[in-house]
């Protein structure tokens, strides 16, 4: 068994962990009070989904209307129509919601990459879908491999802790890694100059480089790497939620209904397939 100061060290912080076993602690009596997560949801007739609402194409909110949208809300619609209950969106960010669902406040986020410092406090679904990584190179700068990016002359900006964070950070260990507090801040980075690139998966690459054509080229390096998107929900003894909604997936892949939701949401943003950086298919 492991001891709570072990497990601060496999954290890499006391403090963290400290926060992340009261936050499971936290979990565990909400849990207890209410049920497993499947059972509440059915009794209340209500799904709670996690909303960024800027977070298009994959959620976004109308600032006029209040009205949701974006690719997981489409699909969260699909999951919720199903199961025979009522969608609710709640707003998040994607830093905040892991601890909104150990806080039950949501109970399921969709678009999460699943990472292992992530795994020790949430369950992950199966894959939603593949996505692959991609990197926003400014003018004038053209990599074709992650070799030409491993070099510490050049600057890589990131979200902090992200997936982005963590497959740039092993994929170019030689190259300036600038730790940004948000993605946005990180795109930032590259728009002003202080980065040559920025590590992002294509969705947001192609999206970015799109509204601001200035920031450069979304790039795919060779050879291609990427992550999952996945849905996560709460750790609970009782894995009903996790595995109806593995067998949800599966099955809504099957029936084209994930597919046609990202592309649907793509087109809100003025995406379409031919935007696609090279090597990329989806």
Same mark, same amino acid.
């Given at each position: 068994?492991?001891?709570?100061?072990?497990?601060?060290? $496999?954290?890499?912080?006391? #403090?963290? #962990?400290?926060?992340?076993?009261?936050?499971?602690?936290?979990?565990?009596?909400?849990?207890?009070?209410?049920? *497993?997560? &499947?059972?509440?949801? %059915?009794?209340?007739?209500?799904?709670?989904?996690?909303?960024?609402?800027?977070?298009?194409?994959?959620?976004?909110? =109308?600032?006029?209307?209040?009205?949701?949208?974006?690719?997981?809300?489409?699909?969260?619609?699909?999951?919720?129509?199903?199961?025979?209950?009522?969608?609710?969106?709640?707003?998040?960010?994607?830093?905040?919601?892991?601890? /909104?669902?150990?806080?039950?406040?949501?109970?399921?986020?969709?678009?999460?990459?699943?990472?292992?410092?992530?795994?020790?406090?949430?369950? &992950?679904?199966?894959?939603?879908?593949?996505?692959?990584?991609?990197?926003?190179?400014?003018?004038?700068?053209?990599?074709?491999?992650?070799?030409?990016? *491993?070099?510490?002359?050049?600057? %890589?900006?990131?979200?902090?802790?992200?997936?982005? /964070?963590?497959?740039?950070?092993?994929?170019?260990? *030689?190259?300036?890694?600038?730790?940004?507090?948000?993605? =946005?801040?990180?795109?930032?980075?590259?728009?002003?100059?202080?980065? =040559? #690139?920025?590590? %992002?998966?294509?969705?947001?690459?192609?999206?970015?480089?799109?509204?601001?054509?200035?920031?450069?080229?979304? %790039?795919?390096?060779?050879?291609? &790497?990427?992550?999952?998107?996945?849905?996560?929900?709460?750790?609970?003894? /009782?894995?009903?939620?996790? =595995?109806?909604?593995?067998?949800?997936?599966?099955?809504?892949?099957?029936?084209?209904?994930?597919?046609?939701?990202?592309?649907?949401?793509?087109?809100?943003?003025?995406?379409? $397939? /031919?935007?696609?950086?090279?090597?990329?298919?989806?």
């Amino acid at each position: 068994m492991v001891s709570r100061r072990e497990f601060a060290g $496999l954290l890499g912080g006391g #403090a963290l #962990a400290a926060a992340v076993v009261g936050a499971t602690t936290r979990s565990a009596e909400a849990q207890a009070a209410a049920g *497993n997560t &499947f059972q509440q949801v %059915i009794s209340a007739k209500k799904l709670r989904i996690g909303g960024v609402p800027t977070g298009a194409p994959w959620t976004v909110r =109308d600032k006029t209307t209040g009205q949701w949208g974006g690719q997981f809300y489409d699909i969260g619609k699909a999951l919720a129509t199903d199961m025979e209950v009522e969608l609710e969106m709640v707003e998040t960010t994607w830093g905040n919601a892991i601890l /909104d669902l150990q806080a039950n406040k949501l109970d399921v986020m969709f678009g999460m990459n699943p990472t292992p410092k992530r795994a020790l406090a949430v369950d &992950f679904t199966v894959p939603v879908y593949n996505s692959a990584l991609t990197v926003i190179a400014k003018p004038g700068f053209e990599p074709k491999t992650w070799a030409d990016l *491993n070099k510490p002359e050049v600057k %890589i900006a990131v979200d902090m802790g992200s997936a982005h /964070d963590q497959v740039a950070s092993r994929l170019c260990p *030689n190259a300036t890694i600038m730790r940004m507090k948000s993605l =946005d801040e990180a795109t930032m980075a590259l728009a002003t100059g202080r980065a =040559d #690139a920025q590590s %992002i998966f294509w969705q947001g690459g192609v999206k970015a480089v799109k509204a601001n054509p200035r920031l450069g080229t979304c %790039i795919a390096p060779t050879p291609l &790497f990427g992550s999952t998107s996945n849905a996560a929900v709460r750790r609970e003894t /009782d894995k009903t939620m996790r =595995d109806f909604l593995n067998t949800w997936i599966v099955y809504a892949q099957g029936l084209g209904i994930i597919r046609q939701a990202v592309l649907d949401s793509l087109v809100q943003v003025n995406i379409s $397939l /031919d935007d696609l950086p090279k090597g990329v298919t989806f």
